[in-house]
């Protein structure tokens, strides 16, 4: 039996089910539901290919009426026997394109701005939110949105703490007995240089850290003298207070890894040549950290058969190839939680989103000029004068 297009009831044979190897769970029409089902990007032209002929009884349509609103567009149509229909691109949330709101909401949360989005959209020509839509979007759902999860994250952080809090006092004594046995090795060299390899040391015997030496190895190497000029500058030198303070602090070091890792998630998402206002600089700031607590700890990527990957680099600095560990990718499953909020946020039925974003500093500068800007006519006038000057 043939099955006929133009009949209501008219569905996709079973082998022309639409499925896609790196999509999860689909329905028969190749689609999910909810906010992240897959999208496409479709020319215009090949959009009203789809309204030519009625969905009801097939004959040609004789109007239709296109209105868009940014990225959503929606199609009323009437055919000739006066049936008619409307269809839009994407569903509404409260009276907003939901598409709309999604297209701000990953734009900030993945660190972009406005102005890198606006340009690639142009070059393709498609059709987002305008400048004062996604900033309107930002103030009064983006922002608002991020604080919570960022709150939410610091206070799991803090109790977490709050467990650990019992155990810093033996971290603090361990530092102390570390910094006191760097100096320890290092006066030691004033026994060994002496042909003293075993002493006693403020009630404790302590011992040199090379194998023991025969009496022929003992006899054949020429020890200091303990009167020596040698062996009183080389005592001089060796507990000079100075480098005695300096061993001790060896043992506060830490590699600043760690730090440089969060400066450029940052970066990522606030970069330093870009301007922002307060609000937007917070909020960007509050997704860099969700960002990098997340992916705190990564394992170190494997092979098929085990073995740690790396990447191999060539560096300026040093000169010479090193290897560097590869890591899994990040977790970015938090962006997904984020638009969740901003959906919920969207439902509310108050003008004023809850919560609100915190409070700007009373004090806070417009710029970092230390003087005020003068009358913009003078400055004017200034870049004149000089240009006549040439």
Same mark, same amino acid.
């Given at each position: ?5 133009k009949d209501t009831s008219f569905v996709l044979p079973s082998d022309t089910t639409s499925s896609s190897p790196s999509s ?173 390899? &075993? /002493?006693? =040391? ?6 040199? +850290?090379?194998?023991? @030496?025969? *009496? %022929?190895?003992?006899?054949?190497? &020429? /020890?200091? =003298? ?6 009183? +500058?080389?005592?001089? @030198?060796? *507990? %000079? ?150």
């Amino acid at each position: 039996m043939d099955l006929d297009p133009k009949d209501t009831s008219f569905v996709l044979p079973s082998d022309t089910t639409s499925s896609s190897p790196s999509s999860g769970s689909v329905s028969s029409s190749g689609s999910t539901d909810g906010w992240a089902g897959r999208k496409w990007l479709v020319d215009e032209a090949k959009l009203m290919e789809l309204f030519r002929t009625c969905t009801q009884c097939g004959v040609a349509i004789e109007e239709k009426r296109v209105a868009t609103r940014a990225s959503q567009i929606r199609i009323h149509w009437t055919c000739l026997k006066g049936h008619t229909g409307e269809w839009a691109s994407c569903t509404d949330q409260r009276n907003m394109a939901r598409n709309n709101l999604l297209a701000c909401a990953a734009t900030f949360f993945t660190g972009a701005t406005y102005s890198d989005i606006k340009e690639w959209a142009e070059l393709i020509n498609l059709q987002l939110p305008g400048k004062t839509q996604f900033y309107a979007i930002q103030s009064k759902y983006l922002i608002p949105g991020i604080n919570p999860a960022y709150k939410g994250q610091q206070t799991n952080i803090h109790s977490f703490n709050f467990l650990l809090r019992g155990k810093n006092w033996k971290c603090v004594v361990m530092r102390g007995v570390i910094a006191l046995e760097c100096v320890r090795r290092w006066t030691s060299v004033l026994h060994h240089i002496r042909g003293i390899h &075993r /002493w006693e =040391e403020n009630g404790r015997e302590y011992q040199c +850290a090379h194998p023991p @030496l025969s *009496e %022929e190895d003992q006899e054949k190497k &020429r /020890w200091l =003298e303990h009167d020596s000029p040698a062996f009183r +500058a080389l005592k001089e @030198l060796v *507990e %000079e207070k100075t480098l005695l303070r300096d061993l001790r602090q060896m043992a506060l070091f830490k590699h600043t890894g760690s730090l440089e890792v969060f400066h450029n998630v940052t970066l990522k998402y606030a970069s330093k040549r870009l301007h922002f206002t307060y609000d937007s600089m917070r909020a960007r700031t509050e997704l860099a950290i969700i960002d990098h607590n997340i992916n705190i700890g990564r394992e170190q990527k494997t092979t098929l058969e085990g073995k740690p990957q790396y990447k191999y680099m060539y560096t300026k600095t040093t000169q010479q190839w090193v290897a560097k560990p590869v890591y899994e990718p990040t977790s970015q499953e938090f962006r997904k939680d984020l638009m969740e909020d901003v959906l919920k946020l969207r439902e509310e039925k108050s003008l004023e989103p809850w919560p609100r974003p915190p409070p700007r500093p009373r004090r806070l500068l417009q710029n970092i000029a230390p003087v005020p800007r003068p009358d913009p006519s003078e400055l004017v006038a200034q870049r004149l004068s000089r240009f006549k000057q040439l």
